[in-house]
Each structure stands twice: as structure tokens, then as C-alpha cells.
């Protein structure tokens, strides 16, 4: 049972350049979230999709897009990365965005430099 | 603007003791609190949800507290181990069908 999986684990990009995060999940939920984690300030929100076919802003969507792929799939972008985007991302799921535990990947530790 | 405060200081206590770890929040109404562990290194683990209609819930040695009046959570590991050394995370949610909002977390530290 592997739960999210997100990959790659650590990736180092120079400013400017674009990449792809991808989440999956093999537990048929329904929600799937991105966020991304810096030191003393938390988890905090980029996007999520509350069902398949929809996706929300979250707090701090700028300089980011995403992709529901499928019921599985959520992808987080970077078009054009830059430092302030150097960060710990995390993708999780859960039944519902109410209500519900989130089942969190092991996430990205992302540079850029 | 929504504001959800964890004390930022670690937390030191003794093994067998009892750990209180503190969760604030302001101007928000939310329908549940939900608190996660997480370990270095580690994506959060989800622990337990407590629904704003519920004053109390209790899972093993963990039990948690939901005051809507003072806009509170408080969360308990009782005879604490080392192995419950790590940052825990409270998070609230249920307004709307917005996702989690989450608080920054706060370290404890067991001592053998």
C-alpha cells in the first residue's frame, strides 16, 4: 500500500528554468492538495482540487499551476522557478477537503538557485 | 486575516510525563481540528480529528480538546515515550470546502 507518492525527492534548479512536480495516489480519493513548507512558517496551501475535474487556489498560488491528470494524478508546475520558490513541497489527499484526515507524500525538497 | 498560533519554542519534558501542546486561532469559525506529527525529514501523519461539536476525543494515549469559545485546542500525550519526540501540527478546517489551513507546528522533546 503505497499511499502518495511524489517524485522527484530533491531537485536543484537554476532560476528561470521550469519543472514538473507528480503526486499519485492509489487510495481512490477524491481530493488531492499541493503545499509547500519553509522554515517557521508552516504548511501552506498552493493549490488543491476538491474532485476530479476541479482545481482552486490556494494561498500562495503565484508562480505555480496544476493539473488534475485523473483521479490518481495532481501535478504541481514551476514555469519559470525562481529562489523564492526554494521550498519542501507536499502533496496529500483525502476523501474530502472536510471532514477528513490528508494522507501526506514523504515530499520534494526543491533549490533554486 | 485567519491566524492559527503553536508555540514556536520547543517543548522539553521527562519520560512518563504528561506533553500539552497548545493551538490558538482568530478570526475563523472552523467545523473540525485535526492534529498531525510529523518526524524530519517526513511528510505530516495524520492523528485525530475533533469536530466543533465535540469537547473531547481520545485515541490511545493521545487525547485532544476543542474549545470554540476560547478558540483553543489543546493536545495531551499522556506517559509520554521518547519515541513521541517530533513536531506536531494542528490544523483547522470547514469553512466552505476550502482545504486544511495549517499551523506552523510545535517540537517536543521527550528526555529518557
Known amino acids: 500500500n503505497a499511499g502518495v507518492t511524489q517524485t522527484p525527492k530533491f531537485q536543484v534548479l537554476k532560476t528561470g528554468q521550469s519543472m514538473t512536480l507528480q503526486c499519485a495516489q492509489d487510495m481512490n480519493h477524491n481530493s488531492m492538495y499541493w503545499y509547500r513548507q519553509d522554515p517557521g512558517m508552516g504548511l501552506r496551501l498552493i493549490y488543491y482540487?476538491?474532485?476530479?475535474?476541479?482545481?482552486d487556489k490556494g494561498e500562495v498560488p503565484n508562480g505555480y499551476n496544476v493539473s488534475r491528470l485523473n483521479k490518481r494524478e495532481f501535478s504541481l508546475r514551476l514555469e519559470s522557478a525562481a529562489p523564492s520558490q526554494t521550498s519542501v513541497y507536499f502533496c496529500?489527499?483525502?476523501?474530502?477537503?472536510?471532514?477528513?484526515?490528508?494522507?501526506f507524500g514523504s515530499g520534494t525538497r526543491l533549490t533554486v538557485v | 486575516s485567519q491566524k492559527i498560533e503553536q508555540n514556536s519554542e520547543a517543548l522539553n519534558i521527562q519520560e512518563g510525563k504528561t506533553a500539552t501542546l497548545t493551538c490558538n486561532y482568530t478570526?475563523?469559525?472552523?467545523?473540525?481540528l485535526q492534529w498531525y506529527r510529523q518526524d524530519p525529514g517526513r511528510g505530516p501523519v495524520f492523528l485525530l480529528l475533533?469536530?466543533?461539536?465535540?469537547k473531547e476525543k481520545r485515541k490511545e494515549r493521545l487525547k485532544v480538546t476543542f474549545d470554540t469559545t476560547l478558540k483553543q485546542s489543546l493536545f495531551h500525550i499522556t506517559a509520554s515515550q521518547p519515541a513521541d519526540s517530533a513536531t506536531y501540527l494542528c490544523a483547522l478546517g470547514g469553512e466552505g470546502r476550502r482545504a486544511l489551513t495549517f499551523g506552523s507546528g510545535t517540537r517536543l522533546q521527550v528526555q529518557p
Open positions: 482540487s476538491a474532485s476530479e475535474g476541479t482545481t
Open positions: 478570526n475563523y469559525s472552523p467545523a473540525y
Open positions: 475533533i469536530r466543533e461539536n465535540e
Open positions: 496529500a489527499s483525502s476523501e474530502a477537503p472536510v471532514g477528513y484526515g490528508y494522507t
